[in-house]
């Protein structure tokens, strides 16, 4: 099993609304990482976790919460988001340390804040 | 901390001509990695080619090389033989120690047929 699932491909939220984004890979990665990208730029790292640790937050308002229950799961919990939010959300996870067979990535979940 | 460069915004490149993706990165670690990823309109990251800081010669993937000039901190991808299926947004990538993995601002690729 090559591939990193993302769930849901689309979600439509509430600045109210409390919502998870779901990533799961069976690769046997320890190395998960979460990306935001908006329309025509490069993606942009948030968070990383290492051995199912939390290792970069890259300054990411509290309203997006991190965690990572096991080694094949990465989940990010989304609260009170604003609509600048909207965006591409992928997933991509890898070998621990630098590899070179690549980071594996989801498809991505579209989010739009309304 | 890491920075890497991608100079053009947007390419135009003939059908079955050969096309070069520019990319300079900046780094003071001596071991990292440097990677291509194709993201077509539907968003999904697809990986085309990598390169180690270490590696001694120049890495090919069938159609996609990557011209690789360390002393410069310069990373081409090459794409020979361009395909309509080649459209799509071209992004260099570098990762380094501490599972540090980050994008360049990216290249728009056109293919005419």
């Known amino acids: 099993d090559t591939e990193v699932t993302q769930t849901p491909k689309h979600l439509v939220m509430g600045m109210t609304n409390k919502k998870s984004l779901k990533c799961e890979q069976h690769m046997g990665h320890r190395a998960m990482y979460w990306y935001k990208q908006k329309a025509k730029k490069p993606p942009e790292l948030m968070f990383v976790?290492?051995?199912?640790?939390?290792?970069i937050n890259e300054s990411v308002p509290s309203r997006f919460s991190p965690e990572c229950p096991n080694s094949s799961l990465l989940n990010l919990h989304l609260h009170a988001l604003q609509p600048e939010d909207s965006a591409l959300y992928l997933c991509?996870?890898?070998?621990?340390?630098?590899?070179?067979?690549?980071?594996?990535f989801g498809s991505g979940t579209r989010l739009t804040v309304v | 901390a890491q920075k890497i460069t991608q100079t053009q915004p947007g390419m135009f490149v003939q059908e079955k001509e050969a096309v070069t993706l520019d990319c300079t990165y900046d780094?003071?670690?001596?071991?990292?990695?440097l990677f291509w990823y194709k993201q077509p309109s539907s968003g999904e990251m697809i990986f085309l080619i990598y390169q180690g800081s270490y590696d001694q010669q120049n890495a090919t993937e069938g159609r996609y090389s990557l011209n690789f000039q360390k002393a410069r901190k310069s990373a081409n991808l090459v794409i020979s033989a361009s395909q309509l299926g080649d459209s799509a947004m071209y992004f260099c990538a570098m990762s380094a120690p501490g599972n540090q993995f980050y994008f360049g601002t990216g290249t728009s690729l056109t293919v005419i047929p």
């Open positions: 780094t003071s670690d001596p071991s990292y990695g």
């Open positions: 976790y290492s051995y199912e640790k939390l290792s």
């Open positions: 991509a996870s890898s070998q621990v340390g630098l590899s070179n067979y690549g980071y594996t």
